[in-house]
Nanobody, 126 residues
């Protein structure tokens, strides 16, 4: 069992960087790949980025690549998502999720993720 708690959201201006954190409980956190998703009002939940169990393999959508950075610190049971130069269209609730098994075919879908956090609101003003 893994419990995830996101933090770090808030109101920022476009171009102002923000770091989201996903803190996990449980001693087996390093067995899980972690993904970040987001959901804007009236929209489906969409994948943003993911990172492998070791932290050596990040994965991004084309939209996130070059703007966002995902990292993890297994000693702290925490995964981070750095939003560099966010835009108003990045406004959404951001969720982290943990998966025991995920591959390039499934990483962008919600299916392999067994545990989800409650989300943290990010609002980017223009």
């Amino acid at each position: 069992q893994v419990q995830l708690v996101e933090s770090g959201g808030g109101l920022v201006q476009a171009g102002e960087s923000l770091r989201l954190s996903c803190a996990a409980s449980g001693s087996t956190f390093n067995r899980y790949a972690v993904g970040w998703f987001r959901q804007a009002p009236g929209s489906d939940r969409e994948f943003v980025a993911a990172i492998s169990q070791s932290g050596l393999t990040p994965y991004y959508t084309d939209n996130a690549k070059g703007r966002f950075a995902i990292s993890r610190d297994n000693a702290k049971n925490t995964v981070y998502l750095h939003l560099n130069s966010p835009r108003p269209e990045d406004t959404a609730v951001y969720f982290c999720a943990a998966a025991l098994r995920v591959n390039t075919m499934t990483v962008e879908t919600t299916a392999p993720y067994d545990y989800w956090g409650q989300g943290t609101q990010v609002t980017v003003s223009s």
